[in-house]
């Protein structure tokens, strides 16, 4: 999996093994869509519904999720992970294992206040 930030998105960009498991393709989304990132996976329960997807107990969670919080997009496969909280997207939260994800939470952050703040100011007369 590669992540990567251009022209205002966050690509995430899933291995052809991945796709398969997760049966999901690329994302492109939107800065203005992720309202955070954290490494604090939701916790899950017997109430969500995988449709579609792959589950292994201790070993692997991925693809689409309906969830009492709403539809989400998990790729997990270890301890560790990067949580992306959205709005007006069709995923209320993406969450994914990667290498050096307190890395990506900073970085995500740090472009999402700066993107919020141009914002602000454009709307200030």
């Not at 604090?40 to 693809?63: D, F, H, N, Q, V």
């Not at 301890?79 to 307190?102: A, H, T």
Request: hydrophobic residues 35%; proline residues 6%.
């Amino acid at each position: 999996m590669k992540l990567t930030i251009h022209d205002g998105k966050l690509k995430i960009d899933l291995g052809d093994l991945e796709k398969v498991l997760a049966i999901k393709g690329d994302f492109e989304i939107p800065l203005e869509h992720i309202i955070e990132a954290t490494t604090e996976a939701p916790k899950t329960s017997w109430r969500e519904i995988r449709a579609p997807g792959t589950y292994l107990p201790r070993a692997i969670k991925a693809g689409t999720y309906y969830t009492p919080r709403g539809k989400e997009f998990w790729y997990v496969t270890k301890k560790g992970c990067l949580v992306l909280e959205l709005k007006n997207d069709p995923y209320k939260k993406i969450v994914l294992s990667i290498d050096r994800c307190k890395e990506w939470v900073e970085r995500i952050n740090k472009v999402v206040s700066k993107n919020q703040r141009s914002l602000e100011e454009e709307r200030i007369p």
